[in-house]
């Protein structure tokens, strides 16, 4: 046995007798004739086993508190480094369309000259310019909050390995476990080691072993020495009640386990089919703006064939394709979390202390 701080506790033995008595009487108020009894009542080794199993099973405790913060702290870790993946491929496509931007920017602006220019495309430009360097700043700042929150500094990220969305939807992985409260559980092992030792009691028939010393005093050959056994046959009806008690207690116990197994494992299951659902749209759209790209790009590479093509359209190409990934991270992310919380919900968040949830 461990203690908090560390240091190994042996368990006490329980003892071999559980009560001693000494009595003493005198008759007729002659101490001469004085009567002494010592007495001892027995343990069984039943009773003895009942009560080292029950003393260890409270020394062992569970601090509860303790393992949810754990979880509590680690479900926040996951989510997170989910956060920054997210952000990582969200500031990697920005930075691709800042990029198409400025050279959209470059084209107007050589094609302001004209006198049919439509302004108001220069001007709907440099706000979009405005608004992504807005977006910049607000994920650079976010990225900053999480890593101060993990104290990291200057961190560098690599999110090789990371689980992709189509990887989740092939199969959705790990299972619903069927484990209850471990307050509940411990509370049935409790009243069961609790009715090991009732029952252990209600078994012993050895009640007492005495041990007589009686007078006169004053004549050796006269003075009496005896020995004596006790016996019982245990019929009391607290026992029973206490028993039956105990009993009751374990059986709502079982159901009240059975009931929280039961509607968390349906929940599950709800959450894991809504998943596949909004996955089966994300996976429609995934293959939508694929096969709208593959088309443009198409359509693009008849439009450079063309002598003094309008290089506009190609820009335009490219960001449209470039905005369908932010859309398609934006469904991702939600995607994301709800799977974090269903393999949370299944029992599986709290074991996988090394990122297991978010590998490949």
């Known amino acids: 046995m461990t203690t908090e701080g560390g240091e190994q506790q042996q368990a006490p033995t329980m003892p071999w007798f559980e009560k001693y008595q000494f009595r003493t009487e005198t008759r007729d108020f002659d101490l001469d004739r004085q009567e002494y009894t ?26 509860f508190d303790a393992l949810e913060s754990q979880c509590d702290a680690l479900a926040e870790r996951y989510t997170s480094w989910l956060a920054l993946y997210l952000m990582d491929q969200e500031l990697i496509i920005l930075t691709k369309l800042r990029t198409i931007l400025n050279d959209r920017q470059t084209v107007l602006s050589r094609q302001a000259s004209s006198l049919d220019f439509d302004w108001s495309k220069l001007i709907r430009l440099r706000q979009d310019i405005t608004d992504l360097d807005l977006r910049f700043s607000r994920l650079n700042t976010e990225q900053a909050r999480i890593n101060n929150s993990l104290g990291l500094s200057d961190a560098s990220f690599t999110f090789a390995g990371f689980v992709t969305l189509p990887e989740i939807g092939k199969g959705f992985p790990g299972a619903f476990k069927l484990a209850a409260d471990p307050k509940l559980d411990y ?3 409790t009243v069961a080691r609790e009715l090991e030792l009732e029952k252990a009691e209600r078994k012993q028939y050895f009640d007492f072993a005495q041990l007589k010393y009686r007078g006169p005093h004053t004549d050796l050959p006269r003075e009496r020495l005896s020995i004596g056994l006790g016996f019982q046959l245990p019929n009391s009806g607290d026992k029973m009640v206490k028993i039956r008690e105990l009993e009751l207690e374990e059986q709502s116990l079982r159901r009240e386990q059975a009931a929280t197994v039961t509607a968390d494992r349906v929940e599950y299951e709800e959450e894991v089919a809504a998943w596949k659902i909004d996955f089966g749209h994300f996976d429609f759209m995934t293959s939508a703006y694929q096969k709208e790209k593959e088309e443009l790009i198409r359509i693009g590479a008849q439009l450079k064939k063309k002598q003094g093509f309008n290089p506009l359209p190609l ?24 799977y974090l919380k269903i393999r949370e919900r299944g029992g599986e968040l709290c074991p996988a202390v090394n990122g297991e949830l978010l590998l490949q």
């Open 38 to 63: 010592f007495r001892m009542s027995p343990s069984t080794g039943r009773k003895r086993r009942a009560l080292t199993a029950l003393y260890n099973h409270q020394e062992t405790a569970p601090n």
């Open 187 to 189: 509370e049935l092992e």
């Open 315 to 338: 820009l335009e190409i490219e960001e449209r394709a470039l905005r369908n990934d932010l859309r398609m991270l934006d469904l991702s992310a939600s995607l994301y979390q709800s």
